[in-house]
């Protein structure tokens, strides 16, 4: 079967640095994504890799290894608006997405 | 105003009455979907739709039945609903042949409670 797994729940200090890691067992692949979900509020995109690596977005970056089914999402110089659910979802080949069940990231001052 | 707009954003009703989930977007996207989200679960897929004739199930449509009544409309509806349909339920687009293919753009939820 298909599978995404992530932490459930991460704490991390407002000014730190936190990786949210997610592996996934896919039938194929075509790109992972990164969302940011606040409570109550709708999923928003944040990053997508397709090629090995890393990309960068300002303060967030998303690196990814297909070989290993492996990615992670670093948040840097974090903020209190950071505090958010943070869902990873892989395009398998019938490009459809598989959504991991999302890390509840918490911001303390 | 949002570009993707759902209504109604809360209900509550009772066993084995029909709901209908409506969703419009602005954005001029051809793809429309239908997601649930649970507590602990990832968003599962519905139903999912390419253009106004094309529609398509997803992981979990039992129970379920949908109509695109244009490009900009795509509605779910619950025939009979059951306490297990409760849920918040998110209607996302999408364009292919973008820089991020497979890119959603949801609405903002339907909270769903079904007594």
């Known amino acids: 079967g298909q599978n995404i797994d992530q932490p459930t729940e991460m704490t991390a200090t407002e000014g730190a640095i936190v990786q949210i890691n997610c592996t996934y067992q896919t039938s194929g692949f075509n790109g992972l994504f990164w969302y940011q979900q606040h409570a109550g509020e709708a999923p928003t995109f944040l990053s997508y890799?397709?090629l090995d690596g890393l990309e960068e977005k300002g303060r967030f970056s998303s690196f990814l290894s297909r070989s290993k089914g492996y990615s992670y999402l670093l948040l840097k110089e974090l903020q209190m608006k950071d505090s958010a659910s943070y869902l990873c979802a892989v395009m398998d080949s019938n490009y459809q997405l598989i959504w991991g069940a999302g890390t509840k990231l918490i911001i303390k001052p | 105003d949002a570009d993707v707009t759902q209504t109604p954003r809360n209900r509550i009703t009772k066993t084995g009455k029909r709901i209908m989930l409506e969703c419009s977007q602005t954005?001029?996207?051809?793809?429309m979907y239908w997601y649930r989200q649970d507590p602990g679960l990832g968003l599962r897929l519905i139903y999912y739709?390419?253009?106004?004739?094309?529609?398509n199930k997803g992981e979990i449509s039992d129970g379920y039945s949908v109509s695109r009544q244009a490009q900009a409309k795509f509605s779910l509806s619950l025939e009979s609903a059951i306490p297990n349909q409760t849920a918040l339920y998110f209607c996302a687009t999408s364009e292919p042949g973008t820089d991020h293919t497979g890119e959603l753009f949801f609405g903002e939820g339907s909270r769903l409670t079904v007594l």
């Open positions: 739709s390419f253009d106004v004739k094309d529609i």
């Open positions: 954005k001029g996207h051809d793809r």
């Open positions: 890799n397709v």
